[in-house]
């Protein structure tokens, strides 16, 4: 039983910067890849980081390319997001979950999800 939750959403300025937690229960990481989604308001939620447990290796949607980074704290069993730059339509709920089958960037193929984390860019 995975339990995952999220942290460290808030309001920032256009330009600034913010990191957001997700922490899982247990010390072992079981699945392959988790991956950080966010749903704004009216719009579906969608992949924004991926990172693979074991060796972690990342990857990224276009939009966040160059001003997200995603990594890992094995001690801590915890996964990072660091937002910098950040934009106005950077503004959602911030998810994160793992990865069970399919295709690595669709949130049809994660589950055990948190409970999310707003995260809100004013201009």
């Known amino acids: 039983q995975v339990q995952l939750v999220e942290s460290g959403g808030g309001l920032v300025q256009a330009g600034g910067s913010l990191r957001v937690s997700c922490a899982a229960s247990g010390r072992i990481f079981s699945s392959l890849v988790l991956g950080w989604f966010r749903q704004a308001p009216g719009k579906e939620r969608e992949f924004v980081a991926g990172i693979f447990l074991s060796g972690g290796s990342t990857y990224y949607a276009d939009s966040v390319k160059g001003r997200f980074t995603i990594s890992r704290d094995n001690a801590k069993n915890t996964v990072y997001l660091q937002m910098n730059n950040l934009e106005p339509e950077d503004t959602a709920v911030y998810y994160c979950?793992?990865?069970?089958?399919?295709?690595?960037?669709?949130?049809?193929?994660?589950?055990?999800w948190g409970q999310g984390t707003q995260v809100t860019v004013s201009s």
């Open positions: 979950a793992l990865y069970y089958d399919g295709s690595y960037y669709e949130r049809e193929s994660f589950g055990s």
